[in-house]
């Protein structure tokens, strides 16, 4: 496993940016796969974008469907870090956003198969 660090949530108003960060404490990170997933009050913890950071995987990403062209992840291997761009904000955004980490490449949406996890923050969205 490996530590985690988000940063980067807040309070915003609708039509907003934020970017988060998933700062982590080791270089193995960068052979990796990275997902940011959120849980809203009452729903269960869903994945946002994905980012498979291995040099052998060209950097695919993953995206929700209804988040594309508004959410966009992407990484600096020198930092260790992996950051979520969030455009055009809604207050259907607001959630706890989540970092996480899994060995390879291959493509899933199940958290149950990312075994290292940062402690969350938040992102509130009013309107």
């Known amino acids: 496993q490996v530590e985690l660090v988000e940063s980067g949530g807040g309070l915003v108003q609708a039509g907003g940016s934020l970017r988060l960060s998933c700062a982590a404490s080791e270089r193995t990170f960068n052979s990796k796969t990275v997902g940011w997933f959120r849980q809203a009050p009452g729903k269960e913890r869903a994945l946002v974008a994905s980012?498979?950071?291995?040099?052998?995987?060209?950097?695919?990403?993953y995206y929700e469907d209804s988040l594309k062209g508004r959410f966009t992840i992407s990484r600096d291997n020198a930092k260790n870090t992996v950051y979520l761009h969030m455009n055009s904000l809604k207050p259907e955004d607001t959630a706890i956003y989540y970092c996480?980490?899994?060995?390879?490449?291959?493509?899933?949406?199940?958290?149950?198969?990312?075994?290292?996890w940062g402690q969350g923050t938040q992102v509130t969205v009013s309107s």
């Open positions: 980012i498979s950071l291995s040099w052998w995987s060209g950097g695919n990403t």
């Open positions: 996480a980490a899994r060995d390879g490449s291959w493509h899933t949406t199940n958290p149950g198969n990312f075994n290292s």
